[in-house]
């Protein structure tokens, strides 16, 4: 059988990581090109806001409407990947062809629809390859997402580029990661259960204490995550006098967080889910504390700061989803990890917009300081929960349990 074959594992993971780069690099191609795009419109600091919130509000839509109607089990991982990675980068062109911030909002908000049928089937491609060191495999599929939201930084800082042709190119390496996806990665030997939205099981779910820690730390998690993410490349414009500089420091604060998701991963496995996501979130809150006062401090320091943040920031991500598949029923997953997924989802929205409110007032120090109680709460949770390192889809494998795609 292929999936005995440990080389076949290693196989399936390369390439979907890989897909899952290219695939997730529209989430923050506006936000890579922001200082042009202030150049040729006149955005407000509200409306650069919203180019990535209704990213969020598009991928909260997706993925409800995806649980509703068990998308992801009626249409193969593999393909479903491929409709949403054409489907993202048809919505990203729609910002160069449009040429306007309204047009642009319809378009971020269908991209963020569309990915959400490219993230979420590809954790659950890889979980039908690994029933053992499966926290390592989500950590290295989280990482690749942290990769791809890096992605337009990088190809920003080339330098010279118009940001429509950056945009292009995106949408070009969005449609490469699906094609990757469906004709490169093949189904594993595990099976795994539908994750169908059960409304009748909710007020079960909310009552487990179990369920609220482990969402208590997610929500500590994504009150920081994608603030972070969103802003960090408008924190380096005003450290380089380069825009390439500014973006290539930018690509190398996020794309740092795939490291961290993948020593998280392993981390996690060896050791606990809740350990590794209470040290990752007490570093990334650290983070949050003094990554914006250092903005005079000389390049390296600042550069450092924002790797060390990037690292951390997203460490603790697959194992939240992660804790709540051994915590709650079996048979009531997929509607505990839809709560959870809304609720964070939504919760980000009220950071993006919030970072540059207090940074016009403020100054960058405060606006990142804002950031930092979310994973300090979050770590405390984790703390309280305390799974230990056996957990209980280690002692009972069966059934096989789907694992959430979400942060």
Same mark, same amino acid.
């Given at each position: 059988?292929?999936?005995?074959?440990?080389?076949?594992?290693?196989?399936?993971?390369?390439?979907?990581?890989?897909?899952?780069?290219?695939?997730?690099?529209?989430?923050?191609?506006?936000?890579?090109?922001?200082?042009?795009?202030?150049?040729?419109?006149?955005?407000?600091?509200?409306?650069?806001?919203?180019?990535?919130?209704?990213?969020?509000?598009?991928?909260?839509?997706?993925?409800?409407?995806?649980?509703?109607?068990?998308?992801?089990?009626?249409?193969?991982?593999?393909?479903?990947?491929?409709?949403?990675?054409?489907?993202?980068?048809? %919505?990203?062109?729609?910002? @160069?062809?449009? #040429? !306007?911030?309204?047009?642009?909002?319809? &378009?971020? +908000?269908?991209? $963020? =629809?569309?990915?959400?049928?490219?993230?979420?089937?590809?954790?659950?491609?890889?979980?039908?390859?690994?029933?053992?060191?499966?926290?390592?495999?989500?950590?290295?599929?989280?990482?690749?997402?942290?990769?791809?939201?890096?992605?337009?930084?990088?190809?920003?800082?080339?330098?010279?580029?118009?940001?429509?042709?950056?945009?292009?190119?995106?949408?070009?390496?969005?449609?490469?990661?699906?094609?990757?996806?469906?004709?490169?990665?093949?189904?594993?030997?595990?099976?795994?259960?539908?994750?169908?939205?059960?409304?009748?099981?909710?007020?079960?779910?909310?009552?487990?204490?179990?369920?609220?820690?482990?969402?208590?730390?997610?929500?500590?998690?994504?009150?920081?995550?994608?603030?972070?993410?969103?802003?960090?490349? %408008?924190?380096?414009?005003? @450290?380089?006098? #380069? !825009?390439?500089?500014?973006?290539?420091? &930018?690509? +190398?604060?996020? $794309? =740092?967080?795939?490291?961290?998701?993948?020593?998280?991963?392993?981390?996690?496995?060896?050791?606990?889910?809740?350990?590794?996501?209470?040290?990752?979130?007490?570093?990334?809150?650290?983070?949050?504390?003094?990554?914006?006062?250092?903005?005079?401090?000389?390049?390296?320091?600042?550069?450092?700061?924002?790797?060390?943040?990037?690292?951390?920031?997203?460490?603790?991500?697959?194992?939240?989803?992660?804790?709540?598949?051994?915590?709650?029923?079996?048979?009531?997953?997929?509607?505990?990890?839809?709560?959870?997924?809304?609720?964070?989802?939504?919760?980000?929205?009220?950071?993006?917009?919030?970072?540059?409110?207090?940074?016009?007032?403020?100054?960058?120090?405060?606006?990142?300081?804002?950031?930092?109680?979310?994973?300090?709460?979050?770590?405390?949770?984790?703390?309280?929960?305390?799974?230990?390192?056996?957990?209980?889809?280690?002692?009972?494998?069966?059934?096989?349990?789907?694992?959430?795609?979400?942060?």
């Amino acid at each position: 059988m292929i999936g005995s074959s440990p080389e076949a594992h290693r196989r399936e993971l390369t390439l979907l990581a890989f897909a899952l780069v290219l695939a997730m690099s529209p989430w923050f191609s506006t936000a890579a090109v922001l200082g042009q795009l202030r150049e040729d419109w006149p955005l407000s600091s509200g409306q650069a806001s919203w180019l990535t919130i209704v990213v969020q509000i598009g991928f909260v839509v997706g993925a409800v409407f995806s649980s509703l109607t068990n998308l992801a089990d009626r249409i193969a991982p593999r393909r479903l990947i491929l409709f949403g990675a054409v489907g993202a980068s048809v %919505a990203n062109l729609f910002v @160069v062809i449009g #040429s !306007s911030f309204e047009v642009a909002i319809v &378009a971020r +908000l269908l991209t $963020g =629809a569309a990915l959400a049928a490219v993230y979420p089937p590809a954790l659950k491609a890889i979980s039908s390859w690994y029933r053992e060191g499966r926290g390592f495999a989500l950590g290295v599929i989280v990482g690749a997402l942290t990769l791809g939201s890096a992605l337009p930084h990088l190809v920003n800082s080339i330098g010279g580029l118009p940001w429509q042709v950056t945009l292009v190119i995106v949408s070009l390496l969005t449609l490469g990661g699906g094609l990757i996806a469906d004709k490169l990665c093949s189904d594993g030997p595990y099976g795994v259960a539908p994750a169908l939205f059960d409304r009748s099981q909710i007020r079960e779910i909310v009552t487990n204490r179990e369920f609220r820690l482990a969402s208590a730390g997610y929500f500590g998690h994504m009150w920081e995550l994608y603030a972070m993410w969103a802003w960090i490349a %408008a924190f380096y414009g005003d @450290v380089f006098q #380069s !825009s390439r500089q500014a973006s290539f420091a &930018a690509f +190398l604060a996020i $794309g =740092a967080g795939s490291a961290g998701s993948v020593w998280a991963g392993l981390t996690s496995d060896r050791v606990s889910r809740s350990d590794a996501a209470a040290l990752a979130m007490r570093y990334s809150s650290l983070g949050a504390v003094f990554a914006g006062f250092l903005i005079d401090a000389p390049w390296p320091i600042v550069l450092g700061m924002g790797m060390f943040w990037g690292f951390w920031v997203v460490a603790d991500s697959a194992q939240f989803s992660t804790i709540v598949t051994e915590v709650v029923d079996a048979r009531y997953v997929g509607t505990a990890l839809t709560i959870q997924l809304a609720a964070g989802f939504v919760l980000t929205v009220l950071t993006i917009f919030l970072v540059p409110v207090i940074r016009d007032s403020y100054g960058w120090g405060w606006a990142f300081f804002v950031l930092a109680p979310g994973p300090a709460l979050g770590a405390y949770a984790m703390r309280a929960l305390r799974l230990g390192p056996k957990h209980p889809i280690e002692a009972e494998p069966e059934p096989e349990i789907w694992v959430s795609p979400f942060f």
